[in-house]
């Protein structure tokens, strides 16, 4: 009777196994941050892989704006005191009639137009960001980002689906970049 049993939770152990090859599918990852300290700023190269899963390109596709939400920490590394928070929002749109891909940052206000996704997926792979710090004493820092679809920002009878379904869970995890700063 163990043996049967055992067998089972192999059995089921592969089957879940084979239901997650959909996750590398689509997805965002921080690659790489370049952190170069500027006058009470701080200018940041984030380097990411962004792909976006069959639902959300369908929603896309179908007029549906979709968010994405920069998250920046910076934190002091001697004592980890947050220093500074900052949150970055981009809006990918399609406009069907013209057939262009639209990316504009809330924050800056700036609107980009694109004839294929990729290309709108390859400006926010290679974002250049200036995070405004305000006098910072010399030390040791790190900078924690992630990068996520907001589902919050989804259209009202879209976002309890999303919440729940695997197709738009596109969440980076948290990542970490040491630098100093000099005198």
Do not use: K
């Not at 990918?92 to 504009?104: F, H």
């Not at 400006?123 to 006098?135: H, R």
């Amino acid at each position: 009777m163990r043996f049967y049993a055992s067998l089972i939770s192999l059995a089921v152990l592969v089957v879940a196994g084979c239901g997650r090859q959909d996750a590398l599918d689509y997805g965002f990852v921080i690659r790489n941050v370049l952190i170069s300290p500027a006058y009470q700023s701080l200018n940041i190269r984030l380097q990411q892989n962004l792909e976006l899963s069959q639902q959300a390109r369908e929603a896309l596709e179908h007029g549906v704006t979709l968010s994405i939400r920069l998250e920046m920490e910076l934190r002091n590394d001697n004592n980890m005191i947050v220093a500074r928070r900052d949150v970055r929002h981009f809006y990918l749109r399609y406009l069907p009639l013209i057939e262009r891909y639209q990316l504009s940052e809330e924050e800056t206000g700036d609107l980009q137009s694109f004839s294929r996704l990729r290309h709108l997926l390859a400006v926010i792979d290679e974002l250049n960001v200036q995070l405004s710090t305000g006098p910072l004493p010399t030390g040791s820092y790190e900078l924690r980002t992630r990068i996520r679809l907001d589902e919050s920002r989804l259209p009202t009878p879209m976002q309890l689906p999303a919440w729940f379904s695997r197709q738009w869970q596109h969440d980076s995890e948290w990542s970490v970049w040491p630098f100093e700063i000099s005198a």
